[in-house]
């Protein structure tokens, strides 16, 4: 048997504000049947002014571990995927470190957009099965409405703000990650970004994107990944139970389903609800399919994600 990363527990956040297609009508040349047709998307999540992004991925911390029957006095490990910080430092993990009593251990966050997650996961993995960490809570929090031009219409209605979280430890036993695999190529980086922030350049920026090259790059990548987690871990595509994507846009889950011969039915989809929350999109969906009945202890899952960068990545796991 080998030591293998097991995620205990899960937990979610969402801001309890709800803005609909029918409400962004107001302010923008749009529809709610244009959004729905192209996106999927049918209402998001924007959290109230004074609201950071360590208060959504405390929530879904505390959730995560009650999941879990475990306190915070169990963990010496945090590690926060976002892509919008409380500040330029100090890392937003250490915030929800703190917040949560933990003093030992590391805490730092992880920068690689919607693939964020998938990458923290992934860190976590080989730092627990080095046995220098005992349990991880490993998080993915984003107020996206913060990098919004509200006057564009491509991008404005697509994003929307929560958090998701997990509890990891390394066992022995059958159960854990089986695979993963962490991609970036920084050639594309100018399809998706951010014009500015608070970095080297000093300015505010705002997200741009173009979303037919992504598009194109999101179901090429997110296949490939796929099959390469699957290949390592010696399955086939037909042996998942169900695959947890980075909700981004339904015509690209639709079209990754497609191309992997994937029945649409295992694919857990909350863009419709949730929009595309970033780094927190994954972590999100597992704990909704996980509270509702649908993944069970010993599925067979793999959570994949595209981002800007590109970044893109997979994770196989037996829950």
């Known amino acids: 048997m080998e030591r293998r990363s097991v995620i205990l527990g899960t937990g979610s956040a969402l801001p309890p ?22 996106t999927g998307i049918r209402e998001r999540r924007i959290a109230s002014p004074g609201v950071k992004t360590s208060d959504l991925a405390f929530e879904a911390a505390q959730a995560a571990l009650l999941s879990a029957g475990l306190t915070s006095a169990d963990i010496d490990l945090v590690i926060v995927a976002t892509a919008t910080p409380d500040d330029t430092f100090p890392a937003t993990a250490t915030r929800v470190q703190a917040r ?50 509200w006057e564009d219409r491509t991008t404005a209605v697509l994003f929307g703000d929560g958090a998701g979280a997990v509890v990891v430890e390394a066992r022995i036993g059958d159960r854990g990650i089986l695979a993963a695999s962490l991609h970036a190529d920084g050639r594309h980086g100018d399809l998706l970004f951010v014009d500015g922030g608070p970095g080297s350049t000093g300015t505010v920026g705002k ?37 947890i994507p980075h909700q981004a846009n339904a015509r690209i889950l639709e079209a990754t389903a497609r191309k992997l011969g994937l029945p649409i039915e295992k694919i857990v989809m909350t863009v419709d609800r949730h929009a595309n929350t970033s780094a927190a999109s994954v972590p999100l969906a597992l704990d909704i399919a996980v509270r509702d009945g649908r993944v069970k202890r010993g599925d067979l899952c793999l959570l994949e994600a595209m981002g800007g960068g590109f970044t893109w990545g997979a994770v196989l796991l037996r829950y």
């Open 207 to 243: 997200l741009r994107m173009k979303g037919r090259e992504v598009f194109r790059h999101a179901v090429q990548n997110l296949a490939s990944v796929t099959e390469e987690v699957l290949d390592d871990a010696g399955f086939k595509a037909a042996d998942l139970d169900w695959v």
């Open 100 to 149: 949560l009593g933990i003093a030992r251990g590391a805490a730092f966050d992880i920068a690689a957009v919607c693939s964020g997650f998938i990458y923290a996961l992934t860190v976590a993995d080989s730092l627990l099965k080095t046995g220098q960490f005992q349990r991880a809570l490993v998080i993915g929090a984003e107020l996206f409405s913060h990098l919004l031009d």
């Open 17 to 38: 504000t709800i803005v609909t297609n029918a409400e962004l009508e107001e302010q923008l040349d749009t529809s709610d049947s244009w959004i729905r047709e192209r």
